[in-house]
């Protein structure tokens, strides 16, 4: 079937719980979409991710006025538009406590950060090798020796996560929640974290779906391209070595000129930039991305091609005179493929993913990302049970049939008054294993 068709039934089979992917060509979804997510949490947050209800895109009006409210009070306060970019100021929460330096505790983490890249010396060169194209790039900046002391200074410890990537297979990230003593206060405590105003992933994946010709995009190092106010850059401080190939010479102070991620406000800080450029710059396109945007990715559908072609130009156009780079654009539109190739910003990939999901380009078609669930577990407990089944996430139900097996079953373990660490009885497990491998067939 073909994208824009309506609505016809999913595929019958959906196989192993949470395992194995599921397809649906352009047009079957419509108002049918879920959204997996993998999630190591803790139990009471993974529960909650289980049994909610997802609203839908419903969201109360009293919350949405006070997202908007702070949006609207900070980017009019704290944004300011320089030199073909925007710089923004922290939100710092009023009378917050008194920011320790957090020097020495960022210097023994980065120590040990050393000391185990050096295990591995093909990841001690990227690490190094991203710190200096920060540097190169002017998101980070050396502390000059002869400089006057600001009057907040605060040191923030970084270390590798590995990543889902061929070309870069780690990404640097900056503890803001570091704390130098269980009295202290992290740089995070001192800042409001107000949430972003998001757009439902249920309503973008399903007007993704609904028109003819789809597109793909995001924003190259989004949060990186808004500048940090100079007033608050001493206090995203950290240390790395003056010479990154020796491994044993001295540290170097760095701080950030952008707005890093890993603070808790920069997703507030990005959605209040992005909004504001569309608010000043109002256009159909400006309109369409901010209906369209979730966080740093757009997705999108047109009837028309020219349409689309005409919003690939327009919208690089807008974010770039922002600061912005709309890049990885893809598309099952040859014409924009091409053109975007000759642009250098198409993403070649045969799958894309896109909120949690992948987009089989040639194919036109959506698949449901796998979810691993081992299902050769010894001893099972409550807590290994409510982690796995919490990696779903199914806001419409298409898998209730297999969740609510799941669901009911962990009602059953908390009526019979299991401990979370407690290894289960072979009846409990046996039925486990049956909901594992459930098959709507």
């Known amino acids: 079937m073909v994208r824009g068709d ?36 803790k139990e009471d947050y993974a529960i909650e991710i289980f049994w909610k209800l997802e609203s839908l895109g419903i969201q109360e009006n009293d919350k949405l006025n006070t997202q908007k409210q702070n949006i609207k009070e900070f980017s009019s306060t704290s944004i300011a538009y320089e030199d073909g970019k925007y710089v923004a100021k922290l939100p710092w929460i009023e009378e917050y406590p008194e920011l320790p330096t957090n020097e020495m505790i960022a210097k023994a983490r980065t120590h040990r950060v050393v000391n185990r890249l050096n295990q591995e010396p093909n990841l001690f060169k990227i690490y190094g090798d991203i710190i200096r194209e920060q540097e190169k790039r002017g998101f980070i900046e050396k502390v000059r020796e002869n400089e006057d002391e600001p009057q907040r200074i605060h040191y923030i410890p970084h270390h590798p996560v590995e990543k889902d990537s061929t070309t870069t297979p780690i990404r640097i990230v900056y503890d803001c929640s570091c704390t130098e003593n269980a009295k ?3 740089l995070n405590d001192c800042l409001h974290s107000y949430p972003p105003i998001s757009n439902d992933i249920t309503e973008l994946l399903t007007r993704f779906r609904t028109q003819k010709f789809a597109v793909t995009t995001d924003i190259e190092k989004a949060f990186l391209q808004v500048g940090l106010h100079k007033s608050d850059r001493d206090v995203t401080r950290f240390f790395w070595l003056s010479d990154p190939t020796d491994s044993t010479s001295p540290f170097t102070t760095y701080r950030f000129k952008s707005v890093l991620f890993g603070a808790t406000c920069s997703p507030f800080i990005l959605n209040a930039t992005l909004l504001k450029r569309f608010e000043e710059n109002p256009s159909p396109t400006a309109s369409r991305i901010t209906q369209d945007l979730y966080v740093d990715n757009v997705l999108s559908s047109f009837t028309a091609e ?9 919208s690089r156009c807008l974010l770039q005179k922002g600061g912005f780079n709309l890049r990885s654009w893809n598309s099952n539109s040859n014409r924009l493929r091409e053109l975007a190739d000759t642009e250098n910003v198409l993403d070649s990939s045969k799958e894309v993913n896109i909120l949690g999901m992948r987009w089989d380009v040639a194919n036109d078609r959506l698949l449901f990302a796998e979810v691993d669930i081992d299902s050769t577990m010894v001893d099972v407990t409550k807590r290994e049970i409510i982690r796995q089944s919490s990696k779903i996430f199914d806001p419409l139900g298409i898998l209730s049939p297999v969740t609510v097996k799941a669901k009911i079953f962990m009602q059953s373990l908390w009526k019979r008054n299991f401990g979370w660490d407690e290894r289960l009885p072979e009846d409990v497990t046996t039925q486990w294993t049956t909901i594992q491998v459930y098959d709507m067939d």
Do not use: E, V, W
């Open 184 to 186: 202290s206060p992290s």
């Open 6 to 41: 309506g609505p016809t039934a999913m595929s019958s089979k959906i196989g192993y719980l949470l395992s194995g992917p599921l397809t649906c060509t352009r047009g079957q979804l419509n108002s049918h979409m879920m959204h997996i997510l993998s999630s190591h949490t």
């Open 306 to 314: 020219d349409d689309l072609i005409q919003f690939y130009r327009d």
